[in-house]
C-alpha cells in the first residue's frame, strides 16, 4: 500500500511539474505576440498623417484630417469630424 502511495505522490509531482512548464512556455508566447503587437501599434500611431485611411477600435472606418499630440480629427461621412484619442485607432484598413 506504502508503494502505491510513493507512485501516486511520484505520478502527481511529475503533472505538476508538467503543467507548470506549459503554463510557462505558453506565458512565454503570448506576451512575445503581445509585445509584438504593441510595438507594431506604436510604430502606426507615430506614422499617422491626414488623409490616412484608418479603423477604430471599435470598427469604424475614416479618414484622418488632422493629428494633434493626443488626439486625431477623423473623418467618418461627409462634413462628420470627430475627435478621436490617439490609441483609439487600431488599423488601416486593407480593402477600403
Known amino acids: 500500500m506504502a508503494n502505491l502511495a510513493e507512485n ?22 503570448a506576451w512575445k505576440a503581445s509585445s509584438k503587437k504593441t510595438g507594431t501599434t506604436s510604430e502606426f500611431l507615430k506614422n ?28 467618418f461621412a461627409p462634413n462628420v469630424v470627430i475627435t478621436l484619442d490617439r490609441w483609439a485607432l487600431i488599423s488601416v484598413p486593407n480593402n477600403k
Open 48 to 75: 499617422l498623417h491626414a488623409g490616412q485611411k484608418v479603423k477604430t477600435s471599435s470598427g469604424m472606418y475614416g479618414v484622418v484630417k488632422d493629428v494633434k499630440k493626443e488626439t486625431v480629427d477623423v473623418e
Open 8 to 29: 501516486i505522490l511520484a505520478s502527481s509531482i511529475v503533472l505538476l511539474a508538467f503543467l507548470v512548464i506549459l503554463g510557462l512556455v505558453y506565458s512565454f508566447f
